[in-house]
């Protein structure tokens, strides 16, 4: 099994600009959610996935976008990038709601 | 609970010492708390996590205890090694997978 994989590593974007992250597992995991990293703040969750067609938002959710059209994938869409945006992003899965959260390697996003 | 101080942020000791971090937190409701382990430059592990039904969990070197009348838990680390080097995150949570995690602990262990 792969596990959690998310693409891309890097990426670097101007203001405005719009992508995709990328995030995937293979465990068969229910849950789904997005975290960003930023120095000296922890883990932030964005949103989260309990099951396909599920989504709900986070602690920090705005300026974020996702959806769940299948178990196995969880894109994290930014429309409009901002600065405040730079950060890690971390994509993670469990089977259930209070057991270990499997993260992904995360992507650092740069936004100038 | 939104609300999660960890402490303290960065932390030294001598390799084969014991290390502690500490977690508070607000919400009395929350009833998982989990610790992750994270490596320069990779993703966080789960290295033990608690329920609220317990009060203390232990795994080879590595113990977490729990104290919701004070609503405080804490990592303990003995008998250090180099590798235990890392930051360390608290968390904790009420459900529906919403989890809020501290802000790390740095623990740097001095061979």
């Known amino acids: 099994n792969a596990g959690v994989t998310q693409t891309p590593k890097f990426q670097v974007l101007k203001t405005g600009q719009s992508m995709t992250l990328q995030c995937a597992q293979d465990m068969n995991h229910e849950y789904m959610s997005w975290y960003r990293q930023d120095p000296g703040m922890g883990l932030r969750l964005i949103h989260y996935?309990?099951?396909?067609?599920?989504?709900d938002q986070g602690e920090v959710p705005n300026g974020y976008n996702v959806s769940r059209s299948t178990t196995e994938d969880f894109p994290l869409r930014l429309l409009s990038a901002a600065p405040s945006q730079t950060s890690v992003y971390f994509c993670a899965s469990s089977t259930n709601w209070g057991v270990e959260q499997f993260f992904g390697p995360g992507t650092r996003l740069t936004v100038l | 609970g939104e609300n999660v101080e960890q402490h303290p942020s960065t932390l030294s000791v001598q390799e084969g010492d014991s290390a502690v971090i500490k977690c508070t937190y607000s919400d009395s409701a929350s009833n998982y708390f989990p610790w992750y382990k994270q490596e320069l430059g990779k993703r966080p592990q789960l290295i033990i996590d608690i329920r609220s039904n317990v009060g203390e969990k232990k795994d080879q070197r590595i113990a977490v205890t729990l104290n919701k009348t004070a609503k405080h838990f804490s990592l303990h680390i003995t008998e250090t090694q180099p590798e235990d080097s890392a930051v360390y995150f608290c968390?904790?949570?009420?459900?529906?997978?919403?989890?809020?995690f501290g802000t790390g602990t740095r623990l740097t262990v001095i061979p």
């Open positions: 968390a904790e949570g009420t459900g529906a997978n919403n989890l809020f």
């Open positions: 996935s309990v099951g396909a067609g599920i989504t």
